[in-house]
């Protein structure tokens, strides 16, 4: 028996349909205005959040709260796909994230990818990751190496950013994997070395480096 999802799984509540629309409206909540000092750009935010609660009639922090919630949710699924750890079409059909897809938060498309995994709470990567099987290990694949070398290419020919950050990803991620492969054949040569004072030297060595 399949479990029941609770209304706030499945579709956007009211509530955060107006805060989405809000935000929206206040672009200097998601868009950093290098025009601005740090000061002006947080008092400039303040009043936009301020606004924003006058209007829903909710305390700006419950507001603030809501989107933050929204936002990082709506990045790590996006991260998921730029990443190609799940498809589009999945999260598409999944119940539980459809509405992430709908359209609503498309306005955020341009900006979200500036939030990177690092910034995203471990509670919303143990979510998103449970939700989809995906794992926090970096393994190589065929198909992976096949993406990079795919997007290697097509970086050559194009300035998008996005399929910059791509490639780097996978480009991290397979030389990750080498490095701990080396290590690991390291410290299987180093059970087959005859115990004598140049064999210790040369494990100390090999530590050294490690």
């Given at each position: ?42 008092a ?19 507001c ?14 996006n991260?998921m ?16 994230t ?8 498309e ?71 080498v ?32």
């Amino acid at each position: 028996m399949s479990k029941k999802l609770g209304p706030e799984e499945n579709f956007w509540l009211p509530f955060q349909l107006e805060i989405i629309k809000r935000v929206k409206r206040h672009p200097i909540i998601y868009i950093r205005d290098i025009m601005m000092t740090p000061n002006q750009y947080r008092a400039a935010v303040s009043t936009a959040w301020e606004r924003i609660a006058r209007e829903v009639r909710v305390p700006p922090k419950v507001c603030k709260q809501e989107w933050w919630t929204i936002k990082l949710r709506y990045a790590k699924l996006n991260n998921m796909i730029r990443y190609r750890k799940v498809s589009e079409e999945v999260i598409k059909q999944h119940p539980k994230t459809s509405k992430y897809l709908d359209g609503c938060l498309e306005f955020m498309d341009g900006y979200i990818y500036e939030i990177t995994d690092d910034q995203i709470p471990p509670c919303v990567h143990k979510r998103f990751n449970r939700m989809f099987g995906v794992t926090s290990k970096e393994v190589v694949t065929k198909e992976m190496v096949q993406a990079l070398l795919k997007n290697r290419t097509q970086q050559e020919e194009s300035k998008d950013e996005l399929g910059k950050i791509h490639v780097q990803n996978l480009m991290n991620i397979v030389e990750n994997a080498v490095e701990r492969s080396l290590r690991e054949m390291s410290l299987a040569d180093k059970s087959n070395i005859p115990e004598t004072p140049e064999s210790r030297a040369s494990v100390r060595a090999l530590e050294s480096r490690q």
